[in-house]
Nanobody, 123 residues
Framework: QVHLVESGGGLVQAGSSLRLYCAASGGTFSSYMMGWFRQAPGKERQFVAAISRRSGRTYYADSVKGRFTISRDNAKSALYLQMNSLKSEDTAVYYC????????????????WGQGTQVTVSS
């Protein structure tokens, strides 16, 4: 079983950058596909980005493509999300998640979730 803890969220102005961090423990991190999701108030949880087990492939939602970069360090059991050119519509709670599937993008494919970190972008 994998335990996930996110950090790095905060309040920033539009156009700024943030780097989210997800620390994993309790499992073999490299055996999981990892993803970032977000949920704004009153909206469903939304896929943001995902990365394969050995970082060979990455996947992005169209809304963040070219602005966000997902990466992982299997030696450190760490997942990252570099967010640049932030917009007010990026405001949400961001969650990291782990999936035992080879390829996974919808939330239902993920087995383990962190508690989330708030990102607020002021315009």
């Amino acid at each position: 079983q994998v335990h996930l803890v996110e950090s790095g969220g905060g309040l920033v102005q539009a156009g700024s950058s943030l780097r989210l961090y997800c620390a994993a423990s309790g499992g073999t991190f490299s055996s999981y596909m990892m993803g970032w999701f977000r949920q704004a108030p009153g909206k469903e949880r939304q896929f943001v980005a995902a990365i394969s087990r050995r970082s060979g492939r990455t996947y992005y939602a169209d809304s963040v493509k070219g602005r966000f970069t997902i990466s992982r360090d299997n030696a450190k059991s760490a997942l990252y999300l570099q967010m640049n050119s932030l917009k007010s519509e990026d405001t949400a709670v961001y969650y990291c998640a782990a999936s035992s599937a080879l390829i996974a993008t919808p939330p239902q494919d993920y087995n383990y979730w962190g508690q989330g970190t708030q990102v607020t972008v002021s315009s």
